[in-house]
């Protein structure tokens, strides 16, 4: 592969500190911010009530399997560039990306999704909010931040996309299930008319609408089973997808975009003519309002990122070439950094040049407006 092939990535992560919402919080919040506490040699946060250490998965980029741990001493343990936009710019040239679509650590950047009062989780994720749009802003045309909108308060989130996009930031980030973590009868599924108006507006302004993994195993006791939830959590995706398509979001919103993060492709080549089939056995009888099969609105309007996943990228044809987005996962231990170049070669030997281009590139600047050169 030739070394000035253009690179842009559509899965990073920053790894923002915990303490920025002190800062951040409005006055009447702030004593209830999260903060970090010394346990002998060890950093703790300390947020409504609980302790955790921090991990250090999430800044292993280019760290040796053999010498990974889970558990880091202090927040700022691992690559630099998870919190610091101009060592996160020297990592980048290092591995010959010329940008990044960076989200959160979870949402709030990890911190407020463990926050049962919702009130103060909208609170923290306009704190985050402000905080990835000013890490951005020295390289706007290299750093492409993401929004967190907090969906169970649509007037609320309907707010808060029109001042993300003042802000600059390029797509929003909500929940794959939108009663994962509670389920009161206000999370209603994204197949609910009461959506309608956010996708309105989203699709208005041209804001991709993002899901990053979200789903995990429903047994109870298997979040903790991390290799169980890793493996299975990908597939797992295909609800939102489904949902969208079969609800006629996208039939009735044309420019509406979703992006399914770092859940792989490869199943999505089962997904695409699966949603077809079914389509045609039940569309009459359901009274459907697509006037096209699903593969139609997936190819016009989903996206999905991988990793490392050379079975999606040798099943394309299906999936759709212009429909997938390559990813580095900077700075998380999945990440191809600092080896970025060899990962694409492995999935993309024997790719024409021109359906090459599209995935590394050319598909991620289109959809999120990054000026890529000659």
Known sequence: MANDERLI????????????YADRLPPGLRDRAPRVEKRGDQDVLVFEGTERSFGALEGSAGVDSKDLTLLAKSKETGRKGGWDPHARIEDMDFDGVQAQVMFGSGAGGGVAIQCEDRELRKAMMRAYNDWIAEFCRPYPDRLIGIAELPIYDMDFALEEVERCAKLGLRGVLIPA???????????????????DRLWATLAEKNLPVHFHLGTRPVTRGLQKEIMVNISVNKAAMSE???????????????????VSVESGIGWMAFLVPWMDSVWKKHRYHTHSELTEPPSFYFHRQVFGTFIDDIIGVRNRDVIGVENILWSSDYPHVNSSWPSSRDYIERHFGDVPADERRKMVCDNTARLYDIPVGE
């Open 9 to 20: 990535s559509a899965d990073d992560h920053v790894n923002p500190p915990p303490t920025m």
């Open 240 to 258: 939102p997808i489904a949902s969208f398509i079969f609800s006629g979001a996208f039939h009735r919103h044309p420019n509406l975009k979703i």
């Open 177 to 195: 299930v939108p009663a994962y973590h509670e389920s009161p009868a206000s999370d209603l599924p994204y197949t609910d008319p009461s959506y």
